[in-house]
């Protein structure tokens, strides 16, 4: 047996061929060095299927697989640790995607960090992406946001479709999108990913629900321009408490191709 891996350790493991199935999935991030934007990920799902894959320009990536305390780590290697307001749970097993996940109870918990790697000012893309499954009830929830009082990204639920939103600035709006999709908040989990996406001349807002592109809304060439050092999980400013179960929570730099975005729903559906 070995316990979750953690920073500065190594092992030489060996294997032998086991029969049976294994109790959940699994994934496990290591990166080149801290501060960098590349992550090796190992997929270990539950017929015992191994997948490696690199995560070019990841910069904040929580997988919740802690199991106790009140912070969750960043396995991007930038440092951008959450820590826990109210109290979050942990939940384990058959109830999460992958390893570990959080609870959150739709009131009083959420997360926040700080970390200049996901200071998105003047860039021209961006993807967030995340795992939940909401219990029902609440109409609007946050999942990610950048920022408190104004929001350089932010991706929610509201009234049951995942909304992507840059630059929202309470005295001017901001650019949004919607997904298709409404039927979200049904106790099952989904996997959802927003992308800015840019050319030179031209910038495309892309929602993809489960896999598959649900929508998209194109601009002039964009560039995000506020400024925060600052992330939630959870919770956005006027509450949206999250209500239920987030896992694998990741933002990069880029634009994740539609490729790429199908194989990560592939790893965990």
Same mark, same amino acid.
């Given at each position: 047996e070995f316990s979750e891996p953690s920073n500065d350790r190594y092992a030489d493991l060996l294997f032998e061929a086991v029969s049976g199935k294994i109790d959940n999935r699994k994934i496990?991030?290591?990166?080149?060095? =801290?501060?960098?934007?590349?992550?090796?990920?190992?997929?270990?799902?539950t017929a015992g299927?191994?997948?490696?894959?690199?995560?070019d320009d990841i910069v904040g990536y929580w997988h919740f697989d802690e199991g106790t305390g009140t912070s969750t780590y960043d396995?991007?290697?930038?440092?951008?640790?959450?820590?826990?307001?109210s109290s979050p749970t942990w939940q384990s097993g058959s109830s999460c995607k992958a390893g570990q996940c959080l609870s959150f109870n739709g009131s009083s918990d959420y997360i926040i960090g700080s970390g200049s790697s996901l200071n998105f000012q003047n860039k021209k893309e961006?993807?967030?992406?995340?795992?939940?499954?909401?219990d029902g009830g609440i109409e609007n929830h946050a999942i990610i946001n950048n920022g408190f009082n104004v929001y350089a990204y932010? @991706?929610?639920?509201?009234?049951? =479709?995942?909304?992507?939103?840059?630059? @929202?600035?309470?005295?001017?709006?901001?650019?949004?999108?919607?997904?298709?999709?409404?039927?979200?908040?049904?106790?099952?989990?989904?996997?959802?990913?927003?992308?800015?996406?840019?050319?030179s001349a031209t910038s495309? @807002?892309?929602?993809?629900?489960?896999?598959?592109?649900?929508?998209? =809304?194109?601009?002039?060439?964009?560039n995000i321009s506020l400024s925060s050092n600052n992330f939630g999980i959870g919770q956005r400013q006027y509450g949206r408490h999250f209500n239920g179960l987030i896992d694998e929570v990741r933002i990069y730099n880029r634009a994740l191709t539609a490729s790429e975005i199908s194989a990560h729903y592939d790893d965990l559906k």
């Open positions: 496990i991030s290591l990166v080149l060095k =801290k501060g960098g934007s590349r992550a090796g990920d190992i997929i270990v799902n299927l191994v997948t490696q894959r690199m995560e396995a991007s290697g930038n440092d951008n640790t959450g820590t826990f307001v961006i993807t967030l992406e995340a795992w939940f499954k909401i932010l @991706m929610d639920i509201e009234s049951g =479709k995942v909304r992507f939103v840059i630059d @929202m600035d309470w005295g001017s709006g901001g650019k949004d999108i919607y997904s298709t999709t409404n039927t979200l908040r049904d106790n099952k989990w989904h996997h959802v990913v927003s992308v800015l996406e840019s050319s495309s @807002m892309k929602i993809y629900v489960d896999g598959d592109l649900e929508t998209t =809304k194109e601009l002039s060439s964009y």
